[in-house]
């Protein structure tokens, strides 16, 4: 399928992105693939490749809010929090923008075709460089530069020490955006460089409504407050009473027992499957049959090791139904 | 004046009976050998003439020629000695009787037999052909014997074998090989093994169904222990299928590791540093069948698959497909059995300690790619089951070990369920064969060439089910179909991912006892499919 014209758009063209300006060196021209670069305040939501569980999960999270509140969201469509962050926006029917650091025609990393299609078709694809320009280690810091000046407010979700995120946070502050960084534990060197932001005074971000703390965002993020919240409800045992304006209680509940029961026992760090069989004295037969159920409605997620986490099920009517993605796409 | 001795070629496990012929001429005193021979059959006029002399005979000082037949049919190897130095003695006028009889045996100078490789196979296949009496060494009588209706005596030496020929000092048969006789069992009891429950259900299940296995976990987790226990559970070779897996150890010459009668399935490890010969069979000079058909009816375990270069892994994908391997070489191809059971054990990646719970994998993108992308493709496409194997702190953990079933029960069932498979497999396949009127590609396959040894059963497991043939094996229940369509859409499954999984689902119904696949069975076999979703 096509992906429509690729538009190149001159400095200060029709078009042209205003903030663009505030950068000391302003790229000389654009070339956008969808739709024209929306207006007004965006939140850009950056972070590591090699992301925890966790961190993904917080990304998507963020993104969908955002994009439900209208809000556009600027990534790089890197791998890991930033395609997470594309992903959430996308599920919620948001506008986004990715910001590349290769040619427009060129899709790196190249596992996210489907992803730099679906965005091409919700939202807009950006970069500085001409169309066939390949991808370089020293064109992504570079490309930092152009996220940071999109956004008004900058999340960064989790980057280790030495994150190519923490660049764009620089960026940012250089030019007076707000950032924004989600703290991590301090024994995980995978939050380490958020951590450090924190400390050298970005604002911790807890949950999405954290945002309002930027003037410009607070009308659109008001209608979230305390409902977008990012850590992962404790899950409730069958037949306890739901706590009334938390929708997610509802699905653990309509759970058959055993299935609660083991829910119950997972939490968004992951655990082996042989803890919970030694824990709850089920059989790895019957575990496994439990376990997939929880996974086909979303409640759980198996990662690397074979380990299970807690993932939080698309919430119907929350947001707009997620998207199928096109596998025919590319 | 001219005489015949009989012996044995072999091509793959195929023997072709080979009539040795000897004709004494007058002339110059010469000795040739003619028929396709290779350099050890030359060699054997030296072997022939001392072992002759120094038993006390008198070699014939005329011109001697000695011929191969059938002359087309590529010969190599040292059996033929004692076939050539019979020849030759009748050819002298000694009173010889080999009527019906066949025998097979490497000369030393000094006119003691030594044993040689593939005499199972050979007295098989001699057996086939009509021989009825067999002379072959003392240390290859044990695996001649096993072969029924066979007369097998065991000549320690030329003239042993002379005197029991001409009848003047006979010699006793061979008993038959002692079906009780078990190798020195190197295998883990599944009961053993502590913790890991998860994979040591994932062990039943594979056993169950002869499925193909493949562990992730990092290095000292335990995987190459539970790879044996897989080969504890599998349940005992048929006499037939013994006897099959007898003829390809004989082959290599690795009969002294398995006691020719065993009934246990075998085990091979082989390094990753093995040769393509060394593993699938073939090299240069003798054709020799490789680990994997060693392995056949039992388990071939490959440890750091990823460490295998990749051509060696492509070159599983025909054995995997078809359980047998054809090896070309220049005169012809040679076809080996290779119905082995797969498993593989890999770390998750390069550093080892992807998903580990404790420790923090340092591994980049790319090389994590990278070294994932090794087990993808042909081989991967065949693994019905992925299980991850963590390391094991489960001293501290259990306490007690309730929880650590013994091997014996998940041995009946592994025994109840392979039993339910073969029957239910069968009858679809046999129904399926009369609705369309045509064989199986995968059963055709296994049809040697040669045709002198009978065509193997195919083994009816649930590992070798595809297509229409799965579907009506699983019969899945309505909420089982329902599971499975909601599972293609969540997960995103591949086609052959769907096949693996409804393939492990019929054996877990199978352990079980259930007819149809239920929900639960299902609802198991995707927890075991290895991909996990975005």
């Known amino acids: 399928m096509t992906l429509g ?143 940071a000046a999109l956004a008004t407010a900058l999340v960064v979700v989790e980057a280790s020490d030495r994150s190519g995120a923490l660049s764009t946070a620089r960026h940012a502050a250089d030019l007076g955006r707000d950032v924004f960084a989600v703290p991590g534990s301090v024994l995980s060197d995978r939050s380490a460089g958020t951590n450090r932001l924190v400390r050298d005074g970005a604002i911790p971000l807890l949950e999405t409504a954290d945002l309002t703390a930027v003037g410009c965002l607070a009308e659109a993020l008001e209608g979230i407050r305390g409902r977008a919240r990012l850590a992962i409800p404790p899950p409730t045992f069958a037949g306890a009473p739901a706590r009334r304006g938390d929708r997610r209680h509802h699905a653990a509940n309509e759970l058959p027992q055993e299935q609660a029961a083991l829910l119950a026992r997972i939490g968004a760090d992951p655990v082996h499957p042989d803890r919970l069989a030694a824990a709850l004295r089920l059989s790895p037969a019957r575990l496994a049959a439990q376990l997939a159920g929880l996974e086909l409605a979303g409640h759980v997620r198996s990662l690397p090791g074979g380990l299970v986490a807690r993932d939080v099920p698309p919430q119907p009517g929350a947001h707009t139904a997620p998207a199928v993605p096109s596998r025919a796409g590319g | 004046m001219f005489a015949t001795a009989l012996s044995c070629a072999l091509q793959g496990l195929a023997g072709i009976p080979i009539t040795v012929e000897a004709d004494i001429a007058a002339g110059l005193p010469g000795f040739t050998i003619v028929g396709l021979t290779d350099r050890a059959i030359q060699e054997a006029r030296e072997r022939v003439r001392a072992a ?81 009496r067999l002379v072959v060494p003392l240390a290859n009588a044990a695996e001649a014997a096993m072969v029924e209706d066979l007369e097998v005596v065991a000549a320690p030496s030329l003239p042993a074998c002379v005197y029991h020929l001409d009848g003047s000092r006979p010699l006793p048969p061979a008993p038959p090989g002692d079906a009780e006789a078990t190798a020195e069992d190197d295998g883990v009891d599944l009961g053993s093994v502590r913790g890991h429950i998860h994979a040591k259900r994932a062990l039943e299940i594979a056993a169950g169904g002869g499925h193909n296995l493949l562990m992730l976990g990092p290095p000292g987790s335990g995987k190459t222990m539970l790879a044996r226990a897989l080969a504890s559970l599998l349940p005992d070779l048929t006499p037939d299928e013994s006897l099959e897996v007898s003829a390809i150890w004989s082959l290599r010459g690795a009969l002294h590791e398995r006691p020719p009668a065993t009934l246990r399935p075998p085990f091979r490890a082989p390094h990753h540093s093995i040769s393509r010969a060394g593993l699938v069979g073939g090299g240069s000079g003798y054709a020799q069948p490789g680990e994997i058909s060693l392995a056949s009816r039992g388990v071939l375990f490959l440890d750091e698959l990823c460490e295998f270069p990749r051509p060696l892994l492509e070159a599983l994908r025909q054995p995997l497909e078809e359980r047998s391997i054809t090896v070309g070489r220049a005169r012809g191809s040679v076809t080996y059995p290779a119905a082995f059971t797969l498993v593989g054990a890999a770390n998750p990646c390069p550093c080892g300690y992807l998903g580990d719970e404790t420790r923090r994998c340092h591994c980049g993108l790319r090389e994590l790619q990278r070294y994932q992308s090794r087990v993808s493709g042909p081989v991967r496409d065949r693994i019905d089951l992925v299980v991850p194997v963590p390391r094991q702190s489960y001293d501290v953990l259990f306490p007690d070990r309730a929880l650590d079933e013994p091997a014996e029960p998940v041995r009946n069932r592994v025994g109840a369920a392979r039993a339910r498979q073969v029957q239910r497999n069968r009858d679809l396949l046999d129904r399926e064969r009369t609705r369309t009127g045509r064989r199986r590609r995968r059963t055709a396959a296994l049809v040697t060439t040669a045709g002198t040894t009978p065509p193997r059963p195919s083994s009816h497991v649930n590992a070798d089910l595809d297509g229409v043939l799965l579907l009506a094996a699983c019969d899945p229940t309505p909420a089982a179909t329902r599971l499975l369509s909601i599972a293609g859409d969540r997960l995103q499954l591949s086609a052959r991912a769907f096949h693996r999984v409804l393939r492990v689902a019929r054996t877990i119904a199978d352990l079980s006892g259930n007819d149809r696949v239920d929900e639960a069975s299902l609802g198991e076999a995707l927890r075991y499919r290895g991909e996990t979703a975005r």
């Open chain 1, 5 to 147: 014209p690729i538009r190149h758009i001159p400095r200060g063209a029709t078009g042209w992105p205003p903030e663009l300006e505030h950068l000391e060196l302003s790229p000389p021209e654009l070339w956008v693939l969808g739709d024209a670069i929306p207006a007004g305040p965006r939140v850009a939501v950056v972070g590591a490749r090699v992301a925890t569980h966790g961190g993904l999960q917080i990304a998507r999270r963020l993104g969908a809010d955002l994009a439900a509140a209208g809000i556009p969201v600027v990534s790089g469509m890197a791998l890991g929090i930033d395609g997470a962050a594309h992903e959430g926006a996308l599920d919620s029917g948001g506008p986004t923008v990715a910001v590349l650091g290769c040619g427009i025609d060129v899709c790196y990393p190249p596992s996210h075709r489907d992803l730099r299609d679906r965005i091409a078709r919700g939202g807009c694809v950006v970069t500085e460089e001409p169309p066939g320009t390949v991808p370089a280690p020293w064109r992504f810091p570079r490309r930092n530069r152009i996220i």
């Open chain 2, 52 to 132: 002759v002399r120094n038993a006390g005979f008198e070699f014939p000082a005329r011109r001697l020629t000695v011929n191969l037949a059938p002359a087309e049919v590529p010969k190599e190897g040292t059996a033929y000695d004692l076939a050539i130095a019979l020849a030759v003695l009748r050819c002298a006028g000694r009173d010889i009787s080999l009527r019906d009889t066949a025998v097979l045996g490497e000369l030393a100078l000094d006119a003691t037999l030594r044993p040689v490789t593939g005499v199972l196979p050979m007295a098989r296949s001699l057996r086939a052909a009509g021989v009825r």
